[in-house]
């Protein structure tokens, strides 16, 4: 049994049909990569099952248990995370109070209720899941704005690492990235696999895919229409399979 | 894994060093350092050349005394402009609370400290009020903060002038006058001063120490953001503008006491003032960046500007003038380190935006 099955997804924009019956797997410990063309429904898809938008028709269980996200909140409070294209920091914060935003530490007894965060924990804390990841994050002081994309990325990562405990979506995580520090991202994204946790990777980069992927799953047109094992596909089977050229050789 | 031991202690190491400069960052994070040092600078010229009369007991306490009103203003319009709004309202809410504080004191008849301290309630009352229609019409509404500001500035002024037909009230409880007015701690510094810096300390620990402020500042920053980790954004932005409704509030019962009266027509540019002041201490009106600190600062600069020039002979007119330049040079200031800290990672756009041009390359290079 899947971590998460998401099976028969319909989601509809008026007119456009984002998703048209799809399913969808997430294994523990695996990278699994959502790939298809430009609106095949890679992030609606995403959004979903992160709870930032509503399906129409369809079965989402997690651990065998059905659930229904209303929102991002009740995703979250399953464990699940969201790295976000824009990544969705607050640039005037610095890596330490983003990581915590909304979630902050709270001091004991009564400064505590009066509001009062324990910033030492939360750096403490910080410090901990940067190391952790080996994330390349250097000033846990300055505004995360100055920083660079890849630090910045990194801080993204680690706030989704710290609090995720079962899945974390990237949805084109290195779309914005030099070389380097998207090999630094894939690295992140190998490190939240080892921890057991179950990531999906969208990018339409098919090498990247096959370098970090376990399987592959394959959107065309709202609809699931290929799970590829990772380890023996190609660059040439990919493409042919997202555009529908391969469409007779997959099951 | 891959990771060297070496390359995460040195990570570690320059985290915690990082972390030991955190103080001294912090301030000149908010840009105070330099407005301090601008504010120093008119101080040590005024002192120069005027010495046995701008930097004497008496003259600063004067200063001081005429800060006080606008400083608590100012604490809550820096609350306000962090999240990236405004508050032209201000004014006009002090008069209105000063006004339904003195009619209230006025029929309890009463002359003692129980009269005077219903009248506070009742001033902060007023003041929350105006805020939590402000904060309503902000964040529910959906009105942008400059209009809903601007509506109620008239409204509240135009209802103090109905209930009042206009005219002062000069019913002040005479504890109120002697000892928030004109009594002083230690013999030698104001109450009213006393009173203001208190309420800049809670303003400053609740901005700088707790949840609420860095939610205050988030907000500022990216509300999508925000959005997004689930932060009630209606709640913050009603709580925010309510802070600057009550800090009027307490501006209005403040004024009564100090000048023993209402002050129906005095008003109108105190938002502007207040305003100019929190900007050139350092607050963004982009939202994100400010301290209560910066705008004390930010705040003394005008009145030790009208200080000085009154007491070295120059037309305190001057005063304005000098202001305006602090003004636009403070925003220039602020809006070059946007640009700077957009460039500084490598991109372009106006806010700090992941994505663009680069992504768009590696994405074909992946591809092909
Ligand atoms: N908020 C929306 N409003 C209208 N149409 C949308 C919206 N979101 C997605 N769509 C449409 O749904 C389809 C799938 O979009 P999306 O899931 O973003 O695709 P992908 O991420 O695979 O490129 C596209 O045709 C897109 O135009
Ligand atoms: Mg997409």
Not at chain 1, 67 to 75: D, I, L, R, S
Request: glycine share 12%; aromatic share 6%.
């Amino acid at each position: 049994m899947a971590l998460l099955e998401a099976r028969g997804m319909v989601r509809t924009y008026g007119s456009v049909v984002a998703l048209d019956g799809a399913d969808f797997d997430i294994e523990a410990g695996q990278v699994t990569a959502l790939i298809g063309d430009n609106g095949a429904g890679k992030s609606t898809m995403v959004k979903i099952l992160s709870g930032t938008e509503q399906f129409e028709e369809g079965e989402v269980t997690l651990e065998g248990q059905r659930v229904v996200f209303n929102n991002p909140a009740a995703a979250r409070s399953h464990g699940i995370e969201t790295v976000f294209q824009d990544l969705a920091l607050c640039p005037h914060l610095d890596p330490v109070e983003n990581l915590y935003l909304n979630r902050e530490i709270k001091r004991s007894g009564v400064l505590g209720l009066l509001g009062f965060m324990d910033r030492k924990a939360m750096r403490d804390r910080s410090v901990e899941v940067f190391t952790d990841l080996g994330a390349t994050v250097r000033k846990l002081n300055e505004p995360v704005g100055t920083m660079s994309g890849g630090q910045k990325q990194s801080v993204a990562v680690a706030r989704s690492a710290a609090w995720a405990s079962k899945i974390i979506f990237f949805d084109e995580p290195t779309a914005a990235l030099g070389v380097v520090q998207t090999a630094n991202v894939l690295d992140l994204i190998r490190r939240v696999r080892d921890k057991g946790i179950g990531v999906v990777l969208i990018s339409h980069s098919m090498p990247e895919v096959l370098e970090v992927a376990d399987t592959i799953q394959v959107l065309r047109r709202g609809r699931r229409v290929a799970t590829i094992n990772s380890a023996d596909s190609t660059v040439e089977e990919l493409v042919g399979v997202m555009t529908g050229k391969l469409d007779e050789e997959v099951a | 894994m891959s990771n060297p031991t070496k390359t995460s202690s040195r990570d570690v190491q320059d985290m915690i060093e990082s972390e030991q400069i955190s103080i001294i960052q912090r301030i000149s994070r908010v840009q105070a350092l330099q407005i301090v040092i601008v504010l120093l600078t008119i101080v040590v010229i005024f002192s120069v050349m005027a010495p046995d009369a701008f930097l004497t007991v008496f003259n600063l306490r004067a200063i001081l005394m005429n800060t006080s009103i606008l400083v608590v203003l100012g604490i809550g319009v820096t609350f306000v402009i962090i999240t990236a709004g405004i508050d032209l309202s201000i004014g006009s809410v002090l008069v209105f609370s000063s006004v339904i504080s003195a009619m209230v004191m006025g029929n309890l008849g009463a002359t003692g400290w129980v009269t005077a301290l219903i009248g506070l309630g009742v001033a902060l009352l007023s003041g929350a009020a105006w805020g939590f229609l402000n904060g309503f019409l902000v964040a529910k509404a959906q009105v942008p903060a400059l209009i809903v500001t601007l509506g109620t500035m008239g409204a509240a002024l135009g209802l103090a002038r109905v209930i009042t037909g206009g005219i002062d009230l000069y019913e002040i409880p005479e504890v109120m006058v002697d000892v928030i007015g004109f009594g002083n701690l230690f013999g030698e510094v104001p109450n009213l001063v006393v009173l203001a810096a208190f309420a800049c300390l809670i303003g400053g620990i609740v901005l700088h120490l707790t949840r609420f402020g860095l939610t205050t500042y988030a907000v500022g920053s990216n509300p999508e953001a925000c959005r997004r980790v689930g932060v009630k954004m209606d709640r913050h932005l009603i709580a925010v503008y309510m802070i600057s409704g009550t800090t009027a509030g307490l501006a209005g019962w403040m004024s009564i006491a100090y000048f023993q009266q209402t002050s129906i027509g005095g008003q109108s540019l105190t938002p502007l003032l207040v305003i100019a002041g929190v900007v050139i201490g350092g607050t963004s009106l982009f939202g994100g960046i400010g301290s209560i600190f910066g705008s004390v600062i930010g705040l003394l600069i005008p009145v030790v500007l009208q200080s000085g020039f009154i007491i070295i002979g120059v037309e305190s007119y001057w005063q304005d003038v000098v202001i305006g330049v602090f003004l636009i040079a403070a925003v220039y200031v602020d809006s070059r380190r946007r640009q700077k800290a957009a460039r500084g990672s490598g991109r372009k756009p106006k806010r700090f935006q992941i994505g663009g041009v680069q992504g768009k390359s590696s994405k074909k290079e992946g591809i092909k």
